[in-house]
């Protein structure tokens, strides 16, 4: 019994090739320049240069000139989305009760899930909307902009935020009644 199990072990370490064949694993270390200090893994590939660390504070986009201006063309394009939500969201709901019964491979049921992706796009759009308000808050954060700047986006996130979770009770209603 032993002679076999040494016969496959010996026939399996065939199957590896050279150590040379594999990228070498570095042990993590910590860079402590500039005070820092982070620890990394670092995992190395034969011709692939490793890109470059940025530091971000160097890279980082000032906030827009007209902050108020852009924070309300944002709440704006989150508004319509969701007044298209609200304004799909009724017949949507009717669409899912009459197809709640139906066959899935019925034109009823169909088009109540066409009517919830149309009613997911809008509130999409409204995520959308958040996400730039999100890219405005980091970038105030990171230029260090006053308390108002940050107080303006802050509750431009609130609102957008307090929609989109009706519109999330609304989707998964209406989801629920379309689930098989």
Same mark, same amino acid.
């Given at each position: ?23 070498? $694993?570095?042990?993590?270390?910590? @860079? ?7 620890a990394r893994l670092s995992?190395? $590939? ?19 000139? @007209? ?17 298209? $939500? ?31 992706? @149309? ?20 970038r105030a954060q990171t ?33 629920a009644r379309l689930d098989?």
């Amino acid at each position: 019994m032993m002679g076999i199990a040494g016969a496959v072990l010996a026939s399996l370490s065939g199957c590896a090739g050279s150590s040379a064949d594999y990228p070498p $694993f570095t042990i993590p270390t910590a @860079d402590t320049q500039g005070g820092s200090s982070s620890a990394r893994l670092s995992i190395s $590939f034969p011709g692939v240069q490793t890109p470059e660390i940025v530091d971000a504070s160097t890279t980082t986009q000032p906030l827009p000139a @007209d902050l108020e201006g852009r924070i309300n063309a944002i709440s704006a394009r989150a508004r319509a989305a969701s007044e298209a $939500f609200s304004a799909n969201a009724a017949p949507a709901s009717s669409m899912a009760n009459s197809a709640r019964n139906a066959p899935v491979t019925s034109d009823t049921w169909a088009s109540a899930q066409i009517s919830l992706a @149309d009613l997911t796009s809008h509130h999409s759009t409204a995520r959308l909307a958040l996400a730039d308000l999100d890219l405005l808050a980091a970038r105030a954060q990171t230029t260090l902009a006053d308390t108002e700047a940050m107080t303006s986006i802050a509750k431009a996130q609130e609102r957008i935020v307090a929609t989109l979770r009706e519109q999330n009770s609304t989707l998964a209603a209406i989801a629920a009644r379309l689930d098989r």
